[in-house]
């Protein structure tokens, strides 16, 4: 009895997680040289996950292949660069018949540590117009660069759409508004308030964000309530969670993770790609099933001790 109304439960919650899923949901791609097997599972047939970045001009090597209406690749023009290179790199992927629609703006240039760029306003103008603009032309769609989750980073938008106006003499192209926030859901749904009231009407995408050394479940009520949120609002295009690693070499915190150690999806892993609770903890190593203990304890030795003790 009780395991029927488990099994109900169960199939239960998988209709309710599929039919949840979203279209909005896209991949911080952030692969480790480890475990290269990781990157499989965010292209499995079915998933929700629409898009990825990986922070760079050219695709993953290990998406190289996947179609762009399959897993829509979008470059971004991470830092400073040379001349028109980040321009020239997308046009050549464009005349290779790569469909482009979206690119990415500097990621954190307000920010001189932890992954900034550290760029200066009237300096991210410049390479803006010489490097951004012109996809414009092309009917590539541009994200404006992502900020910070701070008033320091909603200054530096400010100030960098003005100076853009100044080196372009018009107004610069932004479609839309990338959004980085760490912390809280109220934090953040403040955050976001900010940046529209300073950019009205621009469309936003969340592409990093998660509240970082939660425990499970405060990590878990955070992670439903954001997807739920952001899937309603319509001035809220894209997103995509902070967390496509395992749980030891995260630096959000063992628990804000889709992979546990041995790479298998966590329960956020599983609800990000419109499947089911997988039961992992975030931090467990060995896998789970009984065949894989009795491996694991083959493997060490030991299994006729355990066997002759029964
Ligand atoms: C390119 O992508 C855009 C946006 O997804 C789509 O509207 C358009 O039809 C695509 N064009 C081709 C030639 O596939
Ligand atoms: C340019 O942007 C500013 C706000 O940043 C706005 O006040 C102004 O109306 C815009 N100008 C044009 C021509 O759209
Ligand atoms: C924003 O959009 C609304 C509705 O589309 C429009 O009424 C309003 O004037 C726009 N505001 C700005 C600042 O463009
Ligand atoms: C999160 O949502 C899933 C369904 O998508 C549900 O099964 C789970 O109980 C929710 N967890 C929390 C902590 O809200």
């Known amino acids: 009895m009780r395991q029927t109304a488990q099994l109900l439960l169960l199939s239960l919650g998988s209709s309710i997680a599929t039919a949840s899923g979203s279209n909005k949901r896209g991949l911080v791609f952030v692969p480790n040289e480890q475990w290269p097997q990781d990157s499989q599972i965010w292209v499995k047939p079915g998933t929700d996950l629409t898009w990825y970045y990986n922070y760079k001009m050219t ?8 179609p762009q209406d399959k897993f829509e690749f979008v470059p971004m023009m991470w830092g ?15 005349d290779g018949g790569r469909n482009i629609s979206h690119v990415l703006g500097f990621n954190e240039p307000d920010g001189a540590v932890s992954g900034g760029s550290n760029l200066d306003p009237e300096s991210a103008a410049q390479l803006w117009v010489t490097n951004m603009e012109p996809l414009a032309k092309r009917g590539v769609k541009l994200g404006m660069p992502a900020v910070t989750g701070s008033d320091r980073g909603v200054k530096w ?23 980085h926030f760490y912390g809280s859901f109220e934090g953040l749904a403040s955050h976001m308030g900010s940046m529209s009231a300073s950019f009205p009407n621009v469309t936003q995408w969340i592409t990093e964000y998660n509240w970082d050394n939660q425990d499970l479940s ?93």
């Open 59 to 66: 695709p993953a090597p290990s998406f190289a292949d996947v």
């Open 80 to 94: 400073k660069v040379d001349g028109t290179t980040f321009l020239d790199s997308v046009n050549q992927q464009l």
């Open 157 to 179: 938008t400010q100030n960098f759409a003005t100076e853009c106006a100044k080196v372009a003499n018009k107004n610069c192209t932004f479609d839309f508004l990338p959004i």
């Open 218 to 310: 405060t990590t878990k009520s955070f992670f439903n309530t954001t997807c739920e949120y952001f899937d309603r609002l319509d001035s809220v295009a894209r997103y995509s969670y902070f967390g496509s690693f395992r749980s030891k070499v995260s630096n959000v915190g063992p628990n804000a993770v889709m992979l546990n150690n041995d790479g298998e999806l966590t329960d956020i892993g599983s609800w990000y790609m419109g499947g089911s609770a997988t039961g992992v903890n975030p931090q467990s190593a060995a896998g789970r099933s009984g065949a894989s203990v009795l491996a694991a304890v083959a493997a060490a030795g030991i299994v006729g001790a355990v066997l002759a003790s029964f």
